[in-house]
C-alpha cells in the first residue's frame, strides 16, 4: 500500500534509475570548437557556452541517447571576427541562438569507437549525420572525443560575399570533447 | 681620388636595395590601408599578401646583411665630417634592424593571435607563439611603433641621400642610383 511518505523514497529510487547511464558534463573540461581554414591557413575557435546530455552505456551503445546544444552567440576566436561570425551572414546568433544534435542512433566500432548518426540542425537548416567519437571511462568517469566536418555552405554559415571559398574555406571540423562524472550506478 | 669617390655598390647590392625598397613600400601601404577596412573577404586577403610581403622581405633582408658582410662597401667620400660618418652608419645598422624586425614582429604577432602565416597559402611557417591575447595586442602595439620608426629612418635616409646629391654634390646617391646625373664638380 502507497504511504505518502513513501514518495520520496519513491523519487529517489526513480531518479537513481535514471541517472543510472546519463552523466553530468564537467563543463570546465569540455570543450566544443571548430576549425577551418582561412586563406589556406588553418584557424581555431571555440563556443564557450554548450549543454551536452549524454545518456550512454559502453554495454548497451544502441540504447544511447545525446542531444548537445551549443550556443551560437559564444563563438570565440576575435573581438573583430566574432562579432562577424555571430552576426546575421553566419551563424545569426539573434534569431537562431542555438545549433543542435540530437542523435537517433548509436552503434558500436569495436574498441572505443563509436558512431552516432543524428539531425543536426544550424541556423534553420536540419540534416542527417555521422558523427565518429571516442569513449574512454575510469572510475572517475569518462571522456567522449570526436570530430567531423560539415559544409558550411550547406547550412547558410557565410552568406552573400562570404560564400566565397577560397577565402574562407567550405568545410568547417567540429570539434568536442566532454568529460562526464562517473553514472551513479557504476561507482563502487 | 675620383674612382674611390665614386665606387658604386654591387650590382646585387643595388639590386637588393631597391627591391627591398618596393616589397616595404607595399607592404606599409597595405598594412596602413587595411587595418581600418571593415571586415570582408577581401580584408582577409589584404592581410594573408601583407604577410606574405613580410616574409619575402625578410628572405631578401637576410640574403642583403649576408651579401653586405662578405662584399666590401664603398667607403664615405673623402671630406666627409666623422660625426657625419657616424651618423650614417649608425642610422645603415638601425635600418636594417628595423627590416629585419619589422616582419619577426608581425610574424608572431599573427602567431599569438591565433592566425598561423602560410606563405603564398602554401608554406606554413612554424608557430612559436600560442594563442595570447594580450600578448598579441602587445605585438601589434610593437610591430606599429617599429613601423613609425622605419618610417622615420627612411625619412631621414632619403633626406641626407638628397643632401649628398644637391648640396654637398659628392656622388653618394649616384652609388646606388648609377644612371643618376652626375652633380659632382669636374
Given amino acids: 500500500m502507497m504511504r505518502w511518505w513513501m514518495i520520496p523514497a519513491l523519487a529517489a529510487v526513480l531518479s537513481a534509475n535514471a541517472a543510472a547511464t546519463e552523466q553530468n558534463?564537467?563543463?570546465?573540461?569540455?570543450?566544443?570548437?571548430?576549425?577551418?581554414?582561412?586563406?589556406?591557413?588553418?584557424?581555431?575557435?571555440?563556443f564557450k557556452q554548450f549543454s551536452a546530455?549524454?545518456?550512454?552505456?559502453?554495454?548497451?551503445?544502441?540504447?544511447a541517447k545525446i542531444q548537445i546544444e551549443i550556443g551560437t552567440g559564444s563563438f570565440e576566436f576575435d573581438p573583430e571576427i566574432d562579432d562577424e561570425?555571430?552576426?546575421?551572414?553566419?551563424?545569426?546568433?539573434?534569431d537562431f541562438p542555438q545549433a543542435r544534435f540530437v542523435s537517433s542512433r548509436v552503434r558500436a566500432l569495436g574498441g572505443d569507437r563509436y558512431e552516432a548518426n543524428g539531425t543536426l540542425s544550424i541556423k534553420g537548416t536540419s540534416d542527417e549525420i555521422v558523427v565518429p567519437f571516442t569513449h574512454q571511462s575510469d572510475t572517475d568517469g569518462s571522456v567522449y572525443e570526436g570530430t567531423f566536418t560539415i559544409s558550411r555552405l550547406h547550412y547558410n554559415i557565410g552568406e552573400?560575399?562570404?560564400?566565397?571559398?577560397?577565402?574562407?574555406?567550405?568545410?568547417?571540423?567540429?570539434?568536442?570533447?566532454?568529460?562526464?562524472?562517473?553514472?551513479?550506478?557504476?561507482?563502487? | 681620388m675620383v674612382t674611390s669617390r665614386t665606387a658604386s655598390y654591387t650590382k646585387t647590392a643595388i639590386a637588393l636595395h631597391w627591391l627591398i625598397f618596393a616589397l616595404i613600400a607595399c607592404g606599409f601601404t597595405l598594412g596602413h590601408y587595411m587595418v581600418d577596412l571593415p571586415l570582408s573577404p577581401l580584408k582577409l586577403k589584404y592581410f594573408s599578401w601583407h604577410k606574405w610581403l613580410g616574409v619575402t622581405v625578410f628572405m631578401f633582408a637576410v640574403a642583403r646583411i649576408i651579401w653586405r658582410l662578405t662584399h666590401p662597401v664603398p667607403p664615405f667620400p673623402?671630406?666627409?665630417?666623422?660625426w657625419q660618418k657616424a651618423t650614417a652608419g649608425a642610422s645603415h645598422i638601425m635600418l636594417y634592424i628595423l627590416i629585419i624586425m619589422i616582419p619577426l614582429s608581425g610574424w608572431l604577432y599573427s602567431s599569438a593571435a591565433g592566425v598561423p602565416t602560410v606563405y603564398l597559402g602554401l608554406i606554413p611557417l612554424p608557430d612559436l607563439l600560442g594563442k595570447d591575447k594580450p600578448l598579441s595586442r602587445f605585438l601589434e602595439e610593437v610591430?606599429?611603433?617599429?613601423?613609425?620608426?622605419?618610417?622615420?629612418?627612411?625619412?631621414?635616409?632619403?633626406?641626407?641621400?638628397?643632401?649628398?646629391?644637391?648640396?654637398?654634390?659628392?656622388g653618394v646617391l649616384r652609388r646606388m642610383l648609377p644612371f643618376l646625373k652626375s652633380r659632382e664638380p669636374s
Fill in chain 2, 78 to 82: 673623402a671630406g666627409m665630417p666623422a
Fill in chain 1, 85 to 94: 561570425v555571430r552576426g546575421r551572414l553566419w551563424l545569426d546568433a539573434h
Fill in chain 1, 53 to 63: 546530455h549524454i545518456d550512454f552505456n559502453p554495454a548497451q551503445p544502441e540504447a
Fill in chain 2, 143 to 170: 610591430h606599429e611603433i617599429l613601423n613609425d620608426g622605419l618610417a622615420v629612418m627612411v625619412a631621414i635616409h632619403v633626406a641626407a641621400a638628397l643632401k649628398h646629391h644637391f648640396i654637398d654634390r659628392d
Fill in chain 1, 25 to 46: 558534463i564537467i563543463y570546465g573540461k569540455s570543450r566544443v570548437g571548430c576549425a577551418s581554414r582561412q586563406m589556406g591557413v588553418p584557424v581555431e575557435a571555440e
Fill in chain 1, 160 to 188: 552573400g560575399k562570404w560564400k566565397d571559398t577560397d577565402t574562407v574555406a567550405d568545410n568547417v571540423q567540429i570539434k568536442f570533447r566532454f568529460v562526464t562524472t562517473a553514472p551513479v550506478a557504476q561507482k563502487k
